[in-house]
T-cell receptor, first 111, second 115 residues
Framework: GDSVTQMEGPVTLSEEAFLTINCTYT??????LFWYVQYPGEGLQLLLK?????DKGSNKGFEATYRKETTSFHLEKGSVQVSDSAVYFC??????????FGAGTTVTVRA | EAGVAQSPRYKIIEKRQSVAFWCNPI?????LYWYQQILGQGPKLLIQ????????DSQLPKDRFSAERLKGVDSTLKIQPAKLEDSAVYLC?????????????FGEGSWLTVV
């Protein structure tokens, strides 16, 4: 079945540092890929998405490119802020319409 | 635009008791989902509705969990009797439809602690 594997956390870094969270997937066909973010005490929010190969999703300074050849959708941000501290989830949605999530990566940004 | 509404936000019950969670999706969204998120894990789909019909409930523990979506709008998720391992956040989500590119919007979740 479909599955998502993402980099284990927790990740701790300083403000203005570069952030990368690796995400790879296993799926048949051509899934849509998503990054969701969960801030402390809040629900999941869609951060960005890509629906086909080579698409780049971007939002709030975060980017991720759908790489079919490496089945990856790595999340990057060039300069993180304290307010980016959250749990980040990579997810995919395939023809069965289910949203399958990775285990999540906790990111803490220190001032 | 109002988001997905859930209640209660927090609930503490003893094992073997029952609990019910309510969800009101975004207006016009035909597809409604219930996810279970255990601490330290990603959300897991419990049940998916399309209007008032069940599309997928393959991961719903039907001996203790039940869900309904009468009239194709609001939904309730019930657990009876609860077990300790049911302690989790129960997330309701909705989307316009089931097409892969449709965004799924999540509520803030109902946090359940079973003691």
């Amino acid at each position: 079945g479909d599955s998502v594997t993402q980099m284990e956390g927790p990740v701790t870094l300083s403000e203005e540092a570069f952030l990368t969270i690796n995400c790879t997937y296993t799926a048949t066909g051509y899934p849509s890929l998503f990054w969701y973010v969960q801030y402390p005490g809040e629900g999941l929010q869609l951060l960005l998405k890509a629906t086909k190969a080579d698409d780049k999703g971007s939002n709030k300074g975060f980017e991720a490119t759908y790489r079919k050849e490496t089945t990856s959708f790595h999340l990057e941000k060039g300069s993180v802020q304290v307010s980016d501290s959250a749990v980040y989830f990579c997810a995919l949605r395939n023809n069965d319409y289910k949203l399958s999530f990775g285990a999540g990566t906790t990111v803490t940004v220190r001032a | 635009e109002a988001g997905v509404a859930q209640s209660p936000r927090y609930k503490i019950i003893e094992k073997r008791q029952s609990v019910a969670f309510w969800c009101n999706p975004i207006s016009g969204h035909a597809t409604l989902y219930w996810y279970q998120q255990i601490l330290g894990q990603g959300p897991k789909l419990l049940i998916q509705f399309q209007n008032n019909g069940v599309v997928d409930d393959s991961q719903l523990p039907k001996d203790r969990f039940s869900a309904e979506r009468l009239k194709g709008v609001d939904s309730t998720l019930k657990i009876q009797p609860a077990k300790l391992e049911d302690s989790a956040v129960y997330l309701c989500a909705s989307s316009l439809g089931t097409a892969g590119g449709n965004t799924i919007y999540f509520g803030e979740g109902s946090w359940l602690t079973v003691v």
